[in-house]
């Protein structure tokens, strides 16, 4: 298969990051909805519209500057305003809306992988036009949702990993973690620059990725 132009990778890989960022978002709203804070829906950020949810530093400039640099491609969106005292029970219902945000990212590589499935269906039918572009779309969006879920779990704050531990932990070792959030994005950093982030992120995402994988072609096949 031949090597990709710019524009056909940004059909490729936009669509499957966009609505990454954007439903990962909008299900934290919707959980903190559900739960009694509407903070998000009255600033109208449960839009399917990607550009209330993107973060012109951390979903523009970052990204773009790691992929010139040839390194691990990081990023995030805007965050979705949450109101902690308006949550019915704000300790539980604090680490329900931060699990929204990954579970969505984990229901939508089951969707692309839906996809990839109907992509080699129409690749062995001999619509090679539909298949082709529709099965690296959907790798992208496999590759995309499992790597944000794994690294959105990591209980490094302000990703959603530390508000479920938060939840777990007793009240003075919650307030220690929330300490650490200024810092939060540094250490993230830094665990990118020293290579722990991906030691971390390549063997958990690749080996779903790769079971993903195994039940399309267990299904459809390979011809």
């Not at 805007?78 to 300790?91: A, G, I, M, T």
């Not at 499992?146 to 704050?157: E, Q, T």
Request: contains cysteine; hydrophobic residues 60%.
């Amino acid at each position: 298969m031949q090597e990709l132009n710019a524009i056909q990778l940004l059909v490729v890989w936009a669509p499957p990051i966009l609505l990454a960022i954007t439903l990962h978002e909008i299900a934290h709203g919707w959980a903190a909805l559900w739960l009694g804070d509407a903070t998000a829906r009255s600033q109208g950020r449960l839009s399917l519209n990607p550009l209330k949810h993107v973060d012109p530093v951390g979903t523009v400039l970052v990204p773009a500057l790691l992929y010139l640099l040839g390194g691990v491609i990081l990023g995030w969106a805007r965050p979705v305003p949450v109101n902690y005292r308006r949550l019915r029970q704000p300790r539980r219902d604090m680490a329900l809306v931060a699990a929204a945000g990954p579970a969505a990212n984990l229901l939508m590589a089951l969707c692309w992988t839906l996809l990839m499935g109907l992509a080699l269906l129409a690749w062995s039918l001999g619509q090679r036009w539909l298949g082709v572009p529709l099965l690296l779309m959907a790798n992208v969006g496999i590759l995309v949702n499992v790597v944000l879920a794994i690294l959105n779990l990591l209980p490094v704050p302000p990703l959603d990993g530390s508000r479920i531990l938060a939840s777990l932990l007793p009240p003075r070792g919650a307030m220690a973690l929330a300490r650490v959030e200024p810092y939060g994005l540094l250490i993230v950093l830094l665990l990118l620059a020293t290579g722990v982030l991906g030691m971390i992120l390549a063997p958990t995402a690749g080996w779903v990725q790769h079971f993903l994988r195994d039940i399309v072609f267990a299904f459809f096949g390979t011809s």
